[in-house]
């Protein structure tokens, strides 16, 4: 079974990944990535979806031509989780 953060790994995982925001309502994380066209933007995604699948661990998320809107949390944990920083540290690497 998957951990839920507690309240000191939370604030350790905000401070890492600065330029994600929680959601404290569903215990996330949530960034939007913005790029030059459609094309990018899905690229960006398969990207994504390659290292989420592997990583069996899968965003929620929606695309809207160049931007692409990323929500992390650990739905067995309910709430953030370990799994969700490596995958967000994994997007991060993408950029």
Do not use: C
Request: glycine share 2%; hydrophobic share 40%; proline share 2%.
């Amino acid at each position: 079974m998957v951990q839920k953060l507690d309240d000191d790994a939370r604030t350790a995982l905000l401070t890492r990944f600065r330029d994600w925001t929680h959601d404290p309502t569903r215990d996330a994380i949530t960034r939007r990535f913005t790029f030059d066209d459609f094309a990018q933007a899905f690229g960006f995604m398969t990207s994504v979806a390659i290292i989420a699948e592997k990583m069996d661990h899968h965003p929620e998320w929606s695309n809207v031509y160049n931007r692409v809107d990323i929500l992390l949390t650990t739905h067995d944990a309910d709430g953030l989780s370990e799994r969700d920083a490596k995958l967000a540290e994994a997007i991060e690497r993408l950029l």
